[in-house]
């Protein structure tokens, strides 16, 4: 073997073993990475759920204790819901779930919803809009505290014939030269306690 073919060789070999590194490398990257992305969305998740409902009021993992609902009109969704139980023991606290409340002034209003075993509000947050920037923006926390006045309320307080915005002779505010999105948050949100006073039994059943 002369010296040219050897060095062939030997630079093929180094190739080679610097391919394995690279691949094994950029795996090792790769794995590690979406662990943390995953870890991520986790945590997330878990703190939108307990803006809702305070992790002191349960004990159980709420985030693997869940159960799917397929798509409903009274959620305003076109797909299964995952819906996040909360218990203390045996005892059912509150469910916490996705509805869309399809008919903003600008699109669709996707909601976070928390609502204890006994039909009242945990809370409501606004996850996704397309709201005007000024006006129809005040659903979102940072905002405005509109949204937060959801909390404690349910469809017997105020009665149900009262869940409209002012201006259609209900109990909530509007917003100044905006009005279609409250009406549209306000309506959705009831619709909602109205699908978990009906499915109640179910929600809470066991996990599937």
């Known amino acids: 073997m002369n010296e040219i073919t050897t060095t062939i060789i030997r630079v093929s070999l180094l190739l080679a073993a610097f391919a394995i590194g690279a691949t094994t490398l950029v795996s090792l990257t790769e794995a590690n990475t979406r662990d943390k992305i995953i870890e991520n969305e986790r945590q997330t998740l878990l703190a939108a759920i307990n803006a809702l409902v305070d992790s002191n009021e349960y004990d159980n993992d709420i985030l693997t204790d869940t159960f799917l609902i397929p798509s409903t009109r009274k959620l305003g969704t076109k797909d299964f819901t995952q819906v996040y139980r909360a218990r203390k023991g045996d005892t059912p606290i509150a469910a916490v779930f996705t509805s869309i409340a399809p008919n903003g002034y600008n699109g ?17 947050r606004v996850i996704k809009h397309k709201e005007t920037p000024g006006l129809g923006d005040k659903i979102v926390v940072k905002k405005s505290d509109w949204i937060l006045k959801f909390k404690g309320l349910s469809l017997i307080n105020p009665t149900e014939s009262r869940w409209k915005v002012k201006k259609d002779g209900g109990d ?3 917003f100044t030269g905006a009005t279609i999105t409250p009406r549209a948050i306000v309506t959705a949100v009831k619709k909602a306690l109205q699908y978990f006073e009906k499915n109640r039994d179910e929600l809470f059943k066991e996990a599937n």
Request: hydrophobic share 50%; charged share 15%.
């Open 172 to 174: 909530f505010d509007q």
């Open 108 to 124: 669709a209003i996707k909601l976070l919803i928390g609502v204890y075993h006994d039909g009242t509000l945990a809370g409501v």
